[in-house]
C-alpha cells in the first residue's frame, strides 16, 4: 500500500512564451530572479512532477506531444536532418495557426520540439523500454524503433529487435497525421482519437497523480481549463487527488508568503541604499523602484485576501516534519517557521521580524545574498525576485494542455 509520505518524498516568442522562458529561468541555481530563498528546486518543482508529471513550464500545446513521433515517423526523415524536417513542419504549423498562441517556432523556424517535448513521450510511456531501462527511451532509439517495424522478413517477422517499442496506438495516430488532408497545414488542435488517446495515457500513470484525475474530469465532459489554480477544480470522486492538491496550496501559500516577505525587504534594503548616494542597477530605468513597489503592492492586497480565507489549513504546516519529504532540513525549518508566525497572526510582511527571517535564509543558501551584502544588492535590476504565488505549472502548461483536451478538431 501506498501512504501519502511515501508519495511525496520522490518531490527530490509571444508574451506566453516569454512568461514561460521567465519560469524556466526562476528554476536555474544562479543569477538574479533565481530563487534567491533556493526553495524552488526542491519544493516547487518536485510539486510540480508529483502533481503533473511529465510536464514542463516550456510546453505550450498538447499536440506536440504526437506531433512528435509522427515526425520521427515519416519516411525520409533522418536524425542529421531532424532540425530541417523539424523546421518545415514548425513552418507548416505556423502558416496554418496565425491566431493561435503557444506555436513553437514562430520565432525560430528550427526549434526542437521532439526533444522539447521528449520528457512527457517517456513519463506518459508512449515509447517505453523493451528492457525496462529509462535510459533507453532516447530520440534516436525511438526513430531507431519507427524504422524496425519496416524491415521485416518475408514473413513479416522483424529483422532485429529495437530497444524501445512505440505504443501501438502511438504508431496508428502518427501514420494517420501524415494520411489526413491537412498533414501539409496542421491544426495545433489534437484530434478527438489524439485527445482520447493522451487522456487514457495521464489516466494510466502511477498513482492516480492530480493529471489523472484531471484527465477523468475533462473525459466526463466537464471544463477545468477555466480554474485559476488546480486546486480550484472540483475533483469530484477523487479523494487523493484532491488531498494532494490542498496540500499544495497549503505549501503554495507558505512559500508565497516567504517570497514576498522577502521582495519587501529587498525593496526596503534598496530605499536604504539611495538614500546613501549608492549606484545601483535599477537606477538605469527612472521610476524603476517607484514601479517595482507598485507591483509588490498589487501583490501584497492579493495576498492578505487569499490569507485570510486559507489561514484555517496552515496549522500542520507549523510543524517541521510535515515538511520532510520536501526540501532539506534547513528549508523545512524555514518554511515551518513562516507558517508559524503566519498562524500566530504575524501578517505584516514589511515588518522587521520577517525581513530577519528572510535576510537570514538568504544569507545561509545563497552565495550572493542581497539583503546581506550592498555590493550584491547593487546589482539588483529592481524587478520582483520570485513574488507571484506558485501554481505548479498550471498557467504555464497544465492549464494549455487541459484547453486543448477540452477542444478537439476533427
Given amino acids: 500500500m501506498t501512504t501519502a509520505a511515501s508519495r511525496w518524498e520522490w518531490l527530490d516568442f509571444d508574451e506566453d512564451e516569454s512568461r514561460q522562458i521567465r519560469d524556466f529561468l526562476s528554476q536555474q541555481a544562479e543569477g538574479e530572479g533565481v530563487d534567491p530563498l533556493r526553495i524552488g528546486a526542491s519544493v516547487r518543482d518536485r510539486m510540480a512532477d508529483t502533481l503533473f508529471p511529465g510536464t514542463s513550464t516550456q510546453y505550450t500545446r498538447l499536440r506536440y506531444v504526437i506531433l512528435a513521433p509522427a515526425l520521427l515517423s515519416k519516411r525520409g526523415v533522418t536524425l542529421e536532418g531532424l532540425v530541417g524536417s523539424q523546421a518545415a513542419l514548425n513552418t507548416a504549423i505556423d502558416l496554418a495557426n496565425r491566431s493561435e498562441k503557444g506555436v513553437i517556432g514562430r520565432r525560430k523556424r528550427e526549434r526542437d520540439f521532439v526533444r522539447l517535448y521528449w520528457t512527457a513521450i517517456g513519463e506518459w510511456k508512449l515509447l517505453t523500454s523493451v528492457v525496462g531501462d529509462r535510459r533507453d527511451v532516447t530520440v534516436e532509439n525511438g526513430w531507431e524503433a519507427f524504422r524496425f517495424s519496416w524491415r521485416a522478413d518475408e514473413d513479416g517477422s522483424p529483422l532485429s529487435e529495437a530497444r524501445v517499442r512505440w505504443d501501438p496506438k502511438v504508431v496508428k495516430l502518427a501514420g494517420d497525421f501524415w494520411k489526413r488532408k491537412d498533414s501539409k497545414s ?52 477523487h479523494a487523493r487527488a484532491r488531498d494532494d492538491l490542498q496540500r499544495a496550496k497549503a505549501i503554495s501559500m507558505v512559500c508565497w508568503t516567504a517570497q514576498l516577505a522577502y521582495n519587501c525587504a529587498l525593496v526596503g534594503q534598496a530605499r536604504k541604499l ?137
Fill in 274 to 410: 539611495e538614500a546613501d548616494s549608492a549606484e545601483a542597477a535599477w537606477q538605469k530605468k527612472a521610476g524603476q523602484l517607484d514601479a517595482m513597489q507598485e507591483k509588490l503592492d498589487t501583490l501584497l492586497g492579493d495576498w492578505q485576501k487569499a490569507v485570510v480565507a486559507e489561514l484555517s489549513d496552515l496549522g500542520p504546516w507549523t510543524k517541521e516534519e510535515t515538511w520532510e519529504p520536501l526540501g532539506d532540513r534547513s528549508a523545512r525549518r524555514f518554511l515551518a517557521d513562516c507558517a508559524r508566525r503566519l498562524v500566530d497572526g504575524k501578517r505584516d510582511l514589511t515588518s522587521r521580524d520577517w525581513a530577519d527571517l528572510v535576510r537570514k535564509r538568504e544569507n545561509s543558501v545563497n552565495p550572493a545574498p542581497k539583503l546581506a551584502h550592498a555590493t550584491h544588492l547593487a546589482t539588483w535590476s529592481g524587478t520582483p525576485e520570485m513574488a507571484n504565488r506558485w501554481d505548479f505549472r498550471w498557467k504555464a502548461c497544465v492549464k494549455t494542455f487541459m484547453f486543448d483536451a477540452e477542444n478537439p478538431h476533427g
Fill in 186 to 237: 496542421p491544426n495545433i488542435h489534437c484530434t478527438k482519437a489524439e485527445v482520447d488517446y493522451l487522456l487514457d495515457r495521464w489516466l494510466a500513470l502511477a498513482e492516480e497523480p492530480a493529471l489523472a484525475a484531471l484527465a477523468s474530469q475533462v473525459k466526463a465532459g466537464r471544463v477545468v481549463s477555466r480554474a485559476a489554480y488546480p486546486w480550484d477544480v472540483a475533483m469530484t470522486g
